[in-house]
């Protein structure tokens, strides 16, 4: 088992296919994508060195992510290695929900079982004000689809304050019959987006403290679970989840590590640096990877610094997935 030296277990690989995206998210990347000269993600084969060495450590789940990792044409490819990996239990996506309607047939007969869509806003015209996308309708009916084939889904919704700060009534009724976990996460500063960080960031523990004296019951989870607390009503069938990174302890819990779609680990979101680890995925093999992944996994600091202003090499979630 991956395991670093503040006893932390890694069981849950984020993994980047593609840092290209559709949308251009306000807090993300508000002048859209911009290309970034001339290079290549990683293929299938590669990716599929990069399961095995993790799963031969004891990975269990793998979140594919991106940029939008719905962009990528050989994405049920990507998800059926996954889910073909001795040891990967959990195939998981997070995504804009744009391809959604069309394609989360085809995803889940080749092996995804988890959803997390991204919708800031239940509002059409906030909705494509946040994202420059106006797909809100059928992102809302390929959730229901999604839902019919027994997939587990989770909305991301990013609190901003100068755009859904007033929506929580709306968020509420929409969970009311729906049994999905609504995770509210505060937003990150990252490099690129210091000022929007001043005027929009929320903190979630009032919205905790609204929900506990509202009725709402925090769940008890395994350690395991990751960072979300959780809350259940029973009026409800959707959960609520909040996702606090400035709060203490957050990265206590931490039990993921991340590869982005160029081959570099990332032992934290917000690492000074990536590692390439690229050249091990040549082989044929996964030892070589799995060796380094070993060796590095040594360097795993105990925190982020996002308290101090500190963003490392990240100046937007899309380069590594969130
Ligand atoms: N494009 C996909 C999507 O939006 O779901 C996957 C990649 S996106 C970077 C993953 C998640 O990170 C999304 O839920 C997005 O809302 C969230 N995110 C992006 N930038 C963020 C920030 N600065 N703070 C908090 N969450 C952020
Ligand atoms: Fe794209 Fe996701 Fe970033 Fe929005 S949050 S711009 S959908 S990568």
């Known amino acids: 088992m991956l395991e670093d030296k503040f006893g932390r277990r890694f069981h849950y690989l984020r993994m980047s296919i593609t840092d290209v995206c559709n949308f251009r998210c306000n807090y993300c990347l508000p002048d859209g994508y911009k290309a970034d000269g001339e290079r290549s993600f990683l293929n299938v084969d590669e990716l599929s060195i990069v399961a095995k060495a993790f799963a031969s450590l004891g990975t269990s789940k793998i979140r594919i992510t991106g940029g939008e990792p719905s962009l990528r044409k050989d994405l049920t490819d990507i998800i059926t290695l996954c889910a073909n990996t001795d040891g990967i239990k959990q195939v998981a996506m997070t995504t804009n929900g744009f391809r959604l309607e069309r394609d989360v047939d085809r995803w889940h007969q080749a092996g995804l079982n988890t959803l997390n869509i991204s919708i800031d806003s239940f509002d059409p015209h906030m909705?494509?004000?946040?994202?420059?996308?106006?797909?809100?309708?059928?992102?809302?009916?390929?959730?229901?689809?999604?839902?019919?084939?027994?997939?587990?889904?989770?909305?991301?919704?990013?609190?901003?304050?100068?755009?859904?700060?007033?929506?929580?009534?709306?968020?509420?009724?929409?969970?009311?019959?729906?049994?999905?976990?609504?995770?509210?996460?505060?937003?990150?500063?990252?490099?690129?987006?210091?000022?929007?960080?001043?005027?929009?960031?929320?903190?979630?523990?009032p919205i905790k403290q609204d929900l506990l004296s509202q009725g709402w019951g925090q769940v008890i989870r395994d350690k395991a679970a990751g960072p979300a607390q959780e809350f259940q009503h029973p009026d409800y069938d959707g959960r609520i989840g909040l996702i606090m990174p400035y709060s203490k302890d957050f990265c206590a819990s931490c039990n993921r590590l991340r590869i982005s779609a160029l081959g570099k680990l990332h032992l934290c979101?917000?690492?000074?640096?990536?590692?390439?680890?690229?050249?091990?995925?040549?082989?044929?093999?996964?030892?070589a990877l799995r060796e380094a992944l070993i060796a590095h996994l040594g360097d795993k600091e105990a925190t982020h610094y996002l308290h101090e202003g500190y963003t490392g090499a990240t100046t937007h979630l899309a380069m590594l997935g969130g």
């Open 127 to 205: 909705f494509a004000s946040i994202t420059g996308h106006n797909k809100l309708e059928t992102i809302l009916r390929g959730i229901d689809r999604a839902l019919e084939l027994g997939i587990k889904v989770k909305i991301n919704a990013v609190l901003l304050r100068q755009y859904n700060g007033s929506e929580m009534s709306r968020f509420l009724k929409w969970i009311k019959a729906k049994p999905v976990t609504l995770r509210f996460i505060e937003l990150m500063q990252t490099g690129d987006n210091a000022s929007f960080f001043e005027k929009n960031h929320v903190s979630g523990e």
């Open 269 to 287: 979101l917000f690492a000074e640096m990536g590692i390439d680890l690229r050249p091990h995925m040549a082989s044929t093999d996964h030892y």
